[in-house]
C-alpha cells in the first residue's frame, strides 16, 4: 500500500492508497489522518500516533510498501524520512525530486519556487478535469493557480489566507473580538454592531476577493475555465458563490498517489 504525506503550513494529512495511480482513473483513498504541524516533531512521535491509526484502521505497518511525502516545510522532511525508515523500513519518495520529479511543465520565471502543494493540486486537477483550470486552494495561504489544457502551470495569485487575515487584524488590535469564521446570519452587509462589521469584513470582504480574482484571471486566459476548489474551507464559499466548478478536498493528495504512480512507471 502507499502512504502519503501532505505537509502544509498549518497541518500534516497523511492518507493511505490501495496503490499508487498510474495513468487513468482516481486515486482510491483508504484512510486519511490529519495532525498539526510542528518541524519539531520527531519520527518517534510520528510513529506513535500513526502506527495507532492504522491499527484502528485495521492495517499493520507491513502493509506499508511505498511512501510519498510533499512538503512546503522543508524542516520537517528529515523527521518524515526518519520515520518512513526506521518505522517502515522504506526510503521514500521525495515529491519534486529525484524519481518523483513533477511529469508537467511549470511554466513561470521560477519554476523551483513552486510550493509542492500547488504543483499537486496542478498534476490532480488536470487528471479529473478537462480543459483549462484555475484551481483555488484555501490553506494558510489562499493560492489561485492556471493550468493549462495541456496540464502546464501557468502561473498564479497568492493572498493571506481568511484565518491568517482574522489573526491580522485581531491580534493588532486592541478592542477587537476574535470571531468564528462563518456567514453572517443577515445578508446585509452594514453590521450594526462591532462582531457583526467584523463579520461582514471577514467573510463578504473575502468571497469579494475570490470573485474578484478569479474573473481577472478568466479575462486573462481567454478561454472557457473550470475552478476547482480545494482546501478546508472550500466548501463554506461554496454555499455563498457561484464560482467555483467543483469542490475537490482530496486533490492535494490525490496529486501525491498520482505522482508515486508516475514514478513507478
Given at each position: ?225 473550470k475552478v476547482v476548489a480545494t482546501g478546508g474551507l472550500a466548501i463554506l464559499f461554496d454555499e455563498h ?25
Open positions: 500500500m502507499l502512504l502519503v504525506a501532505d505537509v502544509g503550513n498549518t497541518n500534516v494529512v497523511f492518507a493511505l492508497f490501495a496503490k499508487a495511480q498510474a495513468e487513468g482513473g482516481t486515486p482510491d483513498i483508504k484512510a486519511r489522518w490529519r495532525i498539526a504541524t510542528d518541524p519539531r516533531r520527531t519520527g518517534d512521535e510520528y510513529a506513535v500516533w500513526l502506527l495507532q491509526l492504522l491499527a484502528i484502521e485495521g492495517y499493520a505497518r507491513e502493509d506499508i510498501t511505498r511512501i510519498m511525502i510533499g512538503s512546503v516545510v522543508p524542516r520537517s522532511l528529515h523527521n518524515l524520512t526518519v520515520l518512513s525508515q526506521k518505522y517502515f523500513g522504506v526510503e521514500p519518495m521525495i515529491a519534486g525530486e529525484g524519481g518523483a520529479a513533477w511529469p508537467i511543465s511549470i511554466d513561470v520565471d521560477e519554476p523551483r519556487s513552486l510550493g509542492a502543494d500547488r504543483a499537486l493540486n496542478a498534476i490532480a486537477a488536470h487528471r479529473k478535469y478537462e480543459g483549462d483550470l484555475i484551481v483555488i486552494d484555501f490553506g494558510t495561504a489562499t493560492t489561485i493557480d492556471a493550468v493549462d489544457f495541456n496540464g502546464a502551470y501557468k502561473g498564479g495569485i497568492i493572498a493571506p489566507g481568511i484565518t491568517l487575515s482574522l489573526d491580522a487584524l485581531v491580534g493588532n488590535t486592541a478592542k477587537l473580538p476574535r470571531i468564528a469564521i462563518r456567514k453572517p446570519d443577515s445578508d446585509s452587509v452594514i453590521g450594526r454592531n462591532t462582531e457583526d462589521q467584523m463579520q461582514v469584513g471577514v467573510f463578504w470582504g473575502y468571497v469579494a476577493l475570490i470573485e474578484g480574482l478569479i474573473e481577472r484571471m478568466r479575462r486573462e486566459i481567454g478561454r472557457p475555465v458563490t457561484s464560482m467555483f466548478d467543483a469542490v475537490d478536498s482530496d486533490l492535494t493528495i490525490e496529486g501525491l498517489a498520482i505522482l508515486a504512480g508516475n514514478a513507478a512507471t
